[in-house]
């Protein structure tokens, strides 16, 4: 089956500009996460959904940043009035909950979305 | 403060040789950790796991190691082949309400020699 897709691949941005970054899931996962990866570093969080809801949105840097899932599928991670430092790689992934026995802690990751802020 | 660190940024191991990836914790909460393996331009792909209650698992030509009292993993893939060139990530998963959020290190670029 098909994996998790991220668009666009690559998106550059001129300081200031908003820009919404798209992540499908795999069909039926429950769970959906953003992370952000600088170069040289590992993703970090950034906020998890369960279906629709949003139940922590803890890594979110600032208030420019905002996620939505509202049909529990598809993601919008969105950012307002980018600035230089939210350059990074933007890594979506989805897993499966396996209810009764506790989270399914394997992600399946998207190829991330490059935000290059200039 | 880093709580997964991976001290090495990349190593370069003979094809056909035993590949050993290191990973260090500092949170004692961490009950359950996996490794991850990423090529360019593609999202990190699950390699393989440990709980925090076993000390050793193994999934082929991957095993990982578990030294709770050292706070310490290790990676094994042995014998190493030229598709195992990757960046590996460890990443921990703390005990408790948010276990579902993985706290992971920098990543150690391998690198198979033909």
């Known amino acids: 089956g098909a994996g998790v897709s991220q668009s666009p691949r690559y998106k550059v941005a001129k300081r200031g500009q908003d820009v919404a970054l798209r992540c499908d899931p795999i069909?039926?996962?429950?769970?959906l996460f953003w992370y952000q990866q600088a170069l040289g570093q590992g993703p970090e969080f950034l906020t998890y959904?369960?279906?629709?809801?949003?139940?922590?949105k803890s890594g979110l840097p600032s208030d420019r940043f905002f996620a939505e899932r509202p049909e529990g599928s598809v993601s919008t991670l969105k950012i307002q009035r980018t600035q230089q430092e939210d350059s990074a790689v933007y890594l979506c992934?989805?897993?499966?909950?396996?209810?009764?026995?506790?989270?399914?802690?394997?992600?399946?990751f998207g190829p991330g979305t490059r935000l290059t802020v200039t | 403060d880093q709580q997964v660190k991976q001290n090495s940024p990349s190593l370069s191991v003979q094809e056909g040789r035993i590949s050993i990836l290191n990973c260090d914790y500092t949170?004692?909460?961490?009950?359950?950790f996996l490794w991850y393996k990423k090529y360019p331009a593609e999202g990190p792909t699950f390699l393989i796991s440990i709980s925090s209650i076993k000390d050793k698992n193994e999934d082929g030509r991957f095993t990982v190691f578990l030294n709770k009292s050292a706070k310490h993993l290790s990676l094994h893939i042995v014998p190493s082949q030229p598709g195992d060139s990757a960046v590996y990530f460890c990443?921990?998963?703390?005990?408790?309400?948010?276990?579902?959020?993985?706290?992971w290190g920098a990543g150690t670029k391998l690198i198979i020699k033909p």
């Open positions: 990443a921990a998963s703390p005990l408790g309400g948010s276990n579902y959020q993985l706290i």
């Open positions: 069909s039926g996962h429950v769970s």
């Open positions: 949170n004692s909460m961490f009950d359950y």
């Open positions: 992934a989805s897993s499966l909950v396996v209810t009764g026995t506790g989270f399914s802690y394997e992600q399946y």
């Open positions: 959904f369960q279906n629709e809801a949003q139940l922590d």
